[in-house]
Structures are given as C-alpha cells and as structure tokens.
C-alpha cells in the first residue's frame, strides 16, 4: 500500500523549509551578483571616461588646471600653453601624472628648443631655463600627490628625526611598526643621556625620503620599555601626516673636482652701480662636488670653512668647459673619522646658461 504524508505532516513542514531556503539562497546568489555587475560596470565606466579624458587634446583649461596643480607661475603656464596650442597635445593633466611619459615629453621638448634655428642664443637660453623650472615643479608635484598618509608605512630601521620643545634635533630609529604603534630607540643628547618626553605628552617627529619628501607626524607617546637593554619608546600612529618639499631642486651625487676661494662682499651702497658685488680673492684651494642641483651643491674640503659665509666656486659642469657661481655656506658638517669637512651651499649667483647646464647633467642631458 502506497502512504502518502499527510498534510501539515513534519515530513511535509521539512520540505516547505528547504524550498524556502533555497529560495532565499538563490535569491541572495543574484543579489550579489547583481551588486558585483553593478560594481565592474561602475569602474568600467570610470576607466572609460579616464581614458577619454587622457586622449583629449590639450586646452586652455586644461593648461589652467595644470598649473593650479602644480603651482606654475603665469611665465610656465605660457610656456607649456604655448607648446600646447601649436601642437597636438594629449591631456597633460594626465601626461604629466606618469613619470616616464613627463620625462619623454620634456626631453623631446628640450631636443626641439635646441634644434630652433630661429632661436637666439639668448632666447634659447630663456626657454630651456623655463622648461626646467617648470619640469621641476611637476615632478616634485607629482611625489607630493602620491604622498604618504600613515606612520604605518614607516619602514623598520628607517631613521628619524624627533624635535624636542626646545628646538634641540635628536636622532631616533624605528625598532619595529606594530598595530598598536611605532617602536622606537629612545633619543640621547650628544652625553648619550637618555631624552624621555613625558608618557602621554605629543611630539613631532620627521620622516624624510631619499627624494627629499619630508614627512612630520605628531604622535603620543604611550611608554616605556627595555626588552632590548637600551630601552624603547613606544608611541602611537599618525594617520594625518602632514609632507613638504624640503628640496627644491633634484639633486644627483657627484665626484667632481673644483677650486674655491673666498668672496669679499661689496654692499649695494658701496658699489658702484647700487647692486650687491661678490669679489673672489686671489688664493685659491682645492676641492670636490659630492652632490649637485640647480639651487647649490655640496663641497668636500679639509677646511673647517665656518658658515653664513660667501664662496666663489669653478668647476666644470658638463666636462668641456669652467663654470663659476658664487654660494652661501650655510651649514658645515665634520665627515667622521676622514679629517674632512662637508660645506652645503646654496647659490646667489649664477648665470642662465650654467643653471640650465646643472638642470641638464642632472636630468641626464648632456650637451
């Protein structure tokens, strides 16, 4: 005999509560799969619109923007607007935002300002110094937006600098970057005495990369601890971390030989034409360019040449011919354990041609 479940039977309750399940289950399926199409399609669309908008053709507006960005002034905004309406330019918003494609534009754009038969020499000079001003500002532009944002991306071992409310500098190294926190060395003075600011007090340290983006955070500091043997100091994360340029020019290491000597200064008042006149001396030492940029250098010499002073520098950027500037000195370091001493200067006179010579070497044109 055949037995069928009677009706409201629990045989009879099981499958209705399946039938729903699955029901719900496949509902769910394509909900989620109607939310992920949703999501693809979203970014579909916004790829499509970036590329339409990277292969639009340079505008005027599209200049204005571009120097709002990078904070040209109205001579380099001219400059690259004037580049633009005379050639067909992709979308330099976008052109610039890559590193490889920026670097080619203005090498070729260098290139074609030399080749300019039409151009005097003095006006050649004015377009390439131009072009570097301008390419410098983009460049140091684009590492801006692409900055860090977190202490957390702070790498283990990474030097820092914490500055205390006295304005003293002291060096600190990070031990470990935990959830919690960063852990670090604890700062000695120039006694090797331990530097504790107080638990739960802010301090302001600084993070520099070796492109020169320097990076201050204010974080807490949570405690102390000694599981090395010379004591941590553990502070908490910055998430508003607030960067700067601290170079303006891009610099490149160097060896480099030169001759130095030093300046006497003339006031405007004392000259005869009522400008600042810098005259080097007769005697002249011996010396080498360690690190070179458009703005100042640095000098390697056996002299403990003291700062805020003024120095006449020849040395040969491009390998063919001398070249002069005259600098500040404005800080002197001791090279340890070498009997030498580092001068950091920054130029106060310079002619056009040997900047855009400086600008070529260090962005790798020659010539």
Known sequence: MIMFPLSGSPLEARQDKTIYLSILIAAIITLVVFILKKIVNHFQSEENKSAREAKKITNFAIINKVAKIYDLKEKERDFLWEIAKNNKIPNMEYLFRSEENSNSFFNNLLVSIKDDI?????????????????????????KLLANLTSTTAFPTGQRLQYYADNNEQYSITVLDNTKEGLVLSVPRNAFNQQVNPPELSRIKILYQTHTGIAYEALCRVIRYQNITGAGEMVVTHCNTLQSYQRRQFKRIDLNANCTFSAVRVITASNSKDGKIQYQPLEKKYQGQIVELSAGGCNLQTPMAIKEKQYIHINLSIDEKTVDQVIGLIIHTSALPDSGQYQLHIVFVRISKRTRNKMFSRVYQNRG
Do not use: Y
């Open 118 to 142: 039409s151009l005097t020499d003095d006006m050649m000079q004015d377009k390439i110094s131009i072009l570097f001003t301008t390419r410098q500002k983009i460049d140091n532009g684009r």
